[in-house]
């Protein structure tokens, strides 16, 4: 049916906090086509983004089935405690399970990180989500590599959403001592410094000049060329306020 497919498409690009809402929404309307949305279609739906977003983590409980998980369960909840527990944020992570090669010379472990900070009332949501791959290998060394995935989504006074995905190079750590996670929690530091937010403030301090002018016309259908001049926006919205609040 079309009309579940374009559904679906919607619901698995909602932004952090907003699938129930974006839900809503479409039944309201899909319910006049004659086409409700199910609670058995909508637990599905469901699922697949929790799983596409990695929010599926907020849902684990820590997993410490043997000690190379005991050791990566302490680190992330050290790394969790120290950097994703702002007011506001939900945070958590999941550990897979290991998987070994055939003759038993490594061991490979993911971990999954979530977190989410959602404020409707303030017009704004955002999450983040970090997948890593270690693999231990012979010779106390470990690989490592992973993905990060970014969304924030803002709809004061207009709509807009930004999405960054980062795919993080293998990396090879050599002399690890057993249950020492200080160079692999270092590395990851290092990763979120330089391959996630070095870039995004480089795009944050050109974004007036390059970006925000390409997410509007210079002519729109008023046939109005657009003024840059930001302080001048600045004043008119504040004036309108002051207007407002005398009336």
């Known amino acids: ?4 497919r374009i559904a679906k498409h919607f619901l698995l690009s909602s932004p952090p906090g907003q699938f129930e809402v974006i839900f809503r929404d479409l039944n309201e309307i899909l ?9 058995e279609w909508k637990e ?12 599926v983590a907020l849902q684990s409980t820590s ?10 369960d302490e680190m992330m909840k050290k790394y969790l405690q120290e950097n994703y527990s702002g007011r506001g944020v939900k945070s958590n992570y999941s550990i897979g399970n290991d998987l070994e090669d055939g003759d038993g010379k490594s061991k490979t472990t993911t971990i999954l990180l979530y977190a989410e900070r959602v404020q409707l009332q303030q017009y704004h949501a955002g999450s983040w989500t970090a997948r890593y791959t270690i693999v231990e290998e012979e010779g106390d060394v470990v690989t490592m590599s992973g993905k990060i995935s970014l969304h ?16 993080l190079a293998p990396i090879s ?8 996670t200080t160079a692999i929690m270092k590395q990851i530091q290092e ?19 390059d970006i925000l002018k390409k997410l509007r016309r210079v002519m729109p259908v008023t046939r109005t060329r ?8 600045r004043g008119i919205r504040e004036l309108g306020s002051q207007v407002q609040g005398q009336k």
């Open 1 to 4: 049916d079309d009309h579940l």
């Open 31 to 39: 319910v006049q086509t004659s086409t409700p949305l199910t609670s």
């Open 44 to 55: 599905q739906v469901l699922n697949e983004y929790n799983e596409r977003t990695g929010r």
């Open 63 to 72: 997993s410490a089935s043997n000690d190379g998980h005991t050791v990566y």
């Open 152 to 167: 924030a989504h803002t709809f004061e006074n207009g709509n807009l959403q930004l999405r960054s995905n980062i795919d």
């Open 173 to 180: 750590i050599s002399n690890i001592q057993k249950d020492d």
């Open 191 to 209: 990763w979120d410094e330089t391959s996630v937010m070095d870039p995004l403030r480089n795009v944050y301090e050109n974004m007036s000049d």
């Open 226 to 233: 657009f003024d840059w001049n930001v302080a001048g926006h």
